[in-house]
């Protein structure tokens, strides 16, 4: 199964930017969509962004639209979060994933759980004030 490794998590300021690295064990993110989700404890794990496998789409839940990015790099197998002008509610531990079960579409980030998905560790993120 392939192995996703979130990394780029910190503390910034509130207004401060961040950057968070998704890299996968194998060149499947040429083939699926991936997505960023973040979790707060004690609250359901919410889907952030998502980018298709040709990265011709992406998508922003209203949260982040804005501020935050999605790219890929397809070459060092990576998938970016560029987050910018952090606010007190976006700390929480983000994952990414990947799924046939995931899709991404300009008009919505649609994800059902596959016995084939894969997901990271995750990497949190402080934003103090």
Known sequence: QVQLVES?????????????????????????AV???????????????????????????????????ISKASTKNNVYLDMNNLKPNDPATYYCATDPGLMCTVGGFHYTRTEFGSWG?????????
């Not at 509130?14 to 083939?31: E, F, K, P, V, W």
């Not at 707060?40 to 949260?63: D, F, L, Q, W």
């Open 35 to 69: 997505g960023w989700f973040r979790q707060v404890p004690g609250k359901p794990r919410e889907k952030v962004s998502c980018i298709s496998a040709n990265a011709g789409s992406t998508y922003y839940e209203a949260t982040v639209k804005g501020r935050f990015t």
């Open 8 to 32: 780029g998590g910190g503390l910034v300021r509130s207004g401060g930017s961040l950057r968070l690295t998704c890299t996968a064990s194998s060149s499947i993110l040429d083939n699926y």
């Open 121 to 129: 560790q995750g990497t949190q993120v402080t934003v103090s004030s």
